[in-house]
């Protein structure tokens, strides 16, 4: 597809500067842009990456006050809204799933699967489970006996849900991510001679995701001792994240990629933890509340505020520690001072 910067602004609510008969094939970033791309910046501070882009025409905020490079410029007053938008305009459409059971799946008797769902090749239902209207269910995956799944969700290839999992509406798990599994927890014994035994504590629980729920690739969520593993409505997970056995967290909460929250911690409401960040097991972060990138949590966190380092502390604290060897050095250097002043 070949649209015009004319064409481009019109679609997505912006006014032309510059050569508005500049044609467009593609979006892409400030640093990969080429000839024929439309590409975008959003803040002033990027000055010099939009100097150096190749971009054949940007989208920039009404506020944009430096030069650019490129033929033309749509000026808008949300770039990321934009950037979508222009980014929607281009894209391959989706790939539409038929509804039906392919012939390679294993889908036992006793399963209810509701109306226009897909079930992919080579994927396994086992008995008991409910699979709500308008799912798709993609190749190779598992639903384990007596999981309930709501309306539209979409489950992606390799993902694993075990037993009893629940899910709600247009829930939507990414490949390979595995819910349900048996959480961290043995008991060990030493006997008179010394000799140490382990033995595993059952796993009775189930884990429940709630309506709109994200979860990214590779992405672990453990089944609950006892009771529940839950994760709120509308909250994301990326990545690679680890959800250990009777966490709670709360609704339109992010938790970003690598990061890991021990057994029976509670995640408040609209919580944000950082990348690799770790919360200890039976601790609170409060409604709010952010962990940043690879702090170490040992204590509750309280609403609203913003922790890091290891062990977290607030940001105003861990950065008083980070620059007092500076602080001493500078003082340090003006004692040296004073006392050649004074003949000390």
Not at 87 to 112: D, K, L, Q, Y
């Amino acid at each position: 597809m070949i649209l015009t910067v004319k064409e481009i602004a019109e679609r997505i609510g912006g006014a032309v500067d510059g050569d508005g008969s500049a044609e467009i094939s593609a979006v892409a970033g400030l640093e990969e842009a080429r000839p024929g791309d439309l590409s975008f910046c959003k803040d002033p501070k990027h000055v010099k990456a939009v100097a150096g882009t190749k971009a054949t025409a940007l989208i920039l905020p009404e506020t944009w006050f430096e030069p650019f490079p490129c033929a033309a410029a749509i000026r808008v007053a949300a770039p990321d809204e934009a950037c979508m938008a222009a980014a929607a305009i281009f894209a391959p459409p989706a790939p539409v799933r038929a509804p039906g059971i392919h012939p390679t799946a294993i889908v036992a008797e006793n399963v209810s699967i509701g109306r226009n769902v897909h079930i992919g090749p080579y994927t396994v239902i086992e008995r008991g489970a409910t699979i709500g209207d308008g799912c798709t269910i993609e190749a190779q995956v598992y639903i384990g006996e007596d999981c309930r799944i709501g309306d539209g969700c979409h489950i992606y290839p390799q993902t694993t849900l075990r037993e009893g999992t629940v899910l709600g509406k247009r829930v939507i798990l990414h490949c390979g991510v595995r819910i349900g599994g048996d959480g961290y927890g043995y008991t060990h014994e030493v006997s008179p001679d010394g000799k140490i035994s382990i033995s595993k504590i059952p796993q009775l629980g189930i884990v429940e995701l709630g309506d709109d729920v994200e979860v990214g690739s590779n992405t672990t969520i453990d089944r609950a001792r006892l009771g529940r593993t839950k994760v709120g409505a509308c909250t994301k997970i990326d990545n690679l994240v680890q959800v250990a056995h009777n966490v709670q967290i709360g609704s339109c909460s992010g938790l970003i990629a690598q990061c890991g929250v021990a057994g029976s911690a509670h995640i408040g409401s609209g919580v944000l933890i950082w990348a690799q960040a770790g919360i200890s097991g039976h601790i609170h972060v409060n409604d709010r509340a952010q962990v940043g990138p690879q702090a170490g949590v040992p204590q509750d966190v309280p609403a609203g505020s913003y922790v890091i380092g290891t062990p977290a502390g607030s940001l105003r604290d861990v950065a008083a520690i980070a620059l007092a060897p500076k602080a001493i050095s500078r003082l340090r250097a003006d004692v040296k001072e004073l006392k050649k002043k004074i003949g000390g």
